[in-house]
């Protein structure tokens, strides 16, 4: 399972990539934000994927009980 979502995550960067050079040749407009904007949605649901892993994951005792 591990490979595949791995995999997917590369398909949606090339994804975001490709959307980018599509709307670098476009004049500004509506077609070229949207363009954009899909692109920036992909980039943050990888991110966020990689930061709710397991190896960002805050132990149990995190935050409770801290006195300074």
């Known amino acids: 399972?591990?490979?595949r979502?791995?995999?997917f995550e590369y398909?949606?960067?090339d994804e975001a990539i490709d959307l980018r050079k599509q709307a670098e040749g476009?004049?500004?407009g509506i077609r070229r934000d949207e363009l954009l904007r899909k692109a920036s949605q992909i980039d943050i649901s990888v991110v966020n994927k990689w930061l709710n892993s397991p190896a960002f994951a805050l132990p149990h005792s995190?935050?409770?009980g801290v006195t300074s």
């Open 1 to 3: 399972m591990f490979k």
């Open 5 to 7: 979502s791995a995999i």
């Open 11 to 13: 398909r949606l960067e």
């Open 26 to 28: 476009m004049p500004r």
């Open 62 to 64: 995190a935050g409770r």
